[in-house]
């Protein structure tokens, strides 16, 4: 019959006269055939391209209708007159072939990182958490995730005069596990870091550069005159409820950081908590897990921001023969292998069974006065463990931090211990411990 679809459709996307984003968009949602694009139901569809059920009918329709023109005199039109699909996806232009020394260059030139107030654990990182990059962050309940989530959060937003981004940060809430009182317990720390930086710098001036210097960051302080609120200010947070308006967000963010081009930090805590809840079709959770993960890389590589997504564990069986008694089972990070080769880093965080008493500096009231009383107590804390287990340029390690009020810090060391690694370590090292936020 005239006008009817062939029935042997069984051909790739490279056969027909369909847009590169269409067919980029296909692919990426497992769909590899035409076939299977015409077998499936166009709700069904549309769920798992993340588009209107309009906008999927229109697909479909030029999909027939490219199929209709197999065999004939149509050919591909020339570029700028594609055909419109109905909705706003940007088509990355391809690029010429760069050298590896240019490509070395351009990464020293944009190299940025966000410190997380540990030095032993922006050390581990080389710097802190990378821009450009996912960084996926791991680990079982109440291990740190959202705490050093939060503290990255508030720290995108330290100054450039202090060595900062002086950027903003949207955080993506998928567990309602935000809390606003930890950022401002973070906040208010990290604005007297920097209130004590320019009093230390201010006391070490020499030079005309140094002047200079001070000069930046007594401007820069003025930029939170205002306090925690301009804290706040800076840190967006959107709470998500299921996985379409996860997708929905992450498919937004183009736009959202044309608009914005001051956030530098996107926190997505947590990427697995509804693709574990929301699925029966592991099929269909593969296929949309794979679309996300190149949403988040293209997102971070294109628009230079950091990148961070915290995913749960899950238990791994192992059999090693027919019986019960031989199998065993460990931890591992939840959403399969194919999630963890997306990925760029990857951190572990745990519990070590340790603590440790420090001291912590507070504020009270005097019952009889009331008066503000300053004093110092001793807390027991519990020692975590950060381990680097992924990364394409840093070696496996493993690193201490505490989690105090003030918010993540490096385990503090006892005197004589202190006076062996200054005088051991290097200048690079010695001057950031300098400027070391305090507990």
Not at 37 to 45: I, Y
Not at 125 to 134: C, H, R, T
Not at 323 to 352: C, K, M
Not at 377 to 398: D, F, H, Y
């Amino acid at each position: 019959m005239s006008g009817a679809v062939p029935s042997d459709v069984n051909m790739t996307f490279a056969n027909i006269s369909v847009s590169p984003t269409a067919k980029s968009l296909l692919r990426a949602a497992g769909f590899h055939t035409l076939n299977e694009v015409l077998q499936a139901k166009p709700m069904d569809l549309a769920r798992d391209l993340n588009m209107s059920p309009e906008t999927t009918l229109g697909l479909l329709r030029e999909i027939k209708a490219a199929i209709m023109q197999v065999g004939g005199s149509t050919i591909w039109p020339r570029k700028g007159h594609e055909p419109k699909l109905g909705f706003d996806v940007e088509v990355r232009n391809e690029q010429l072939p760069t050298t590896a020394l240019g490509m070395l260059q351009e990464k020293r030139l944009k190299r940025q990182s966000i410190v997380t107030f540990c030095e032993p654990l922006d050390s581990m990182l080389g710097s802190g958490i990378p821009v450009g990059e996912i960084t996926e962050i791991c680990g079982s309940p109440g291990a740190g995730k959202t705490q050093l989530c939060t503290q990255i959060a508030v720290d995108v937003c330290i100054p450039e005069a202090f060595g900062g981004m002086d950027g903003e940060a949207l955080y993506i809430d998928t567990e309602g596990s935000f809390d606003i009182h930890r950022v401002k317990d973070m906040g208010k720390s990290m604005l007297k870091h920097l209130q004590r930086t320019l009093q230390q710098s201010a006391q070490r001036v020499k030079t005309a550069d140094d002047a200079e210097r001070v000069r930046k960051q007594k401007e820069a302080v003025h930029l939170f005159d205002n306090g925690i609120e301009d804290v706040f200010q800076r840190i967006r947070v959107c709470r998500v409820h299921n996985y379409t308006e996860q997708l929905a967000i992450v498919n937004s963010l183009s736009s959202v950081l044309k608009d914005n081009p001051k956030i530098k930090l996107v926190c997505l805590d947590s990427v697995a908590f509804h693709f574990r809840h929301d699925f029966e079709n592991m099929a269909k959770r593969t296929r949309l897990l794979s679309a996300h993960a190149q949403a988040l890389n293209l997102i971070a590589s294109k628009y230079a921001v950091a990148v961070v997504v915290t995913n749960q564990m899950t238990t791994k069986i192992v059999h090693k023969g027919q019986s019960n008694q031989d199998s065993f089972s460990y931890l591992v990070p939840a959403l399969g292998e194919s999630w963890s080769h997306a990925i760029t880093s990857r951190i572990v965080l745990a519990q070590t069974g340790r603590s440790k008493e420090i001291k912590i500096k507070s504020k009270r009231k005097d019952k009889r006065t009331g008066e503000e009383v300053r004093e110092t107590i001793m807390e027991n804390v519990s020692i975590r463990q950060a381990s680097l287990v992924k990364s394409p340029s840093r070696k496996q390690k493993a690193v201490d931090f505490i989690v105090v009020q003030a918010g993540i810090r490096q385990v503090p060391q006892s005197s004589r211990k202190r006076t062996q690694a200054d005088n051991q370590g290097s200048t690079e090292g010695m001057a950031f411990k300098a400027q070391k936020p305090s507990i």
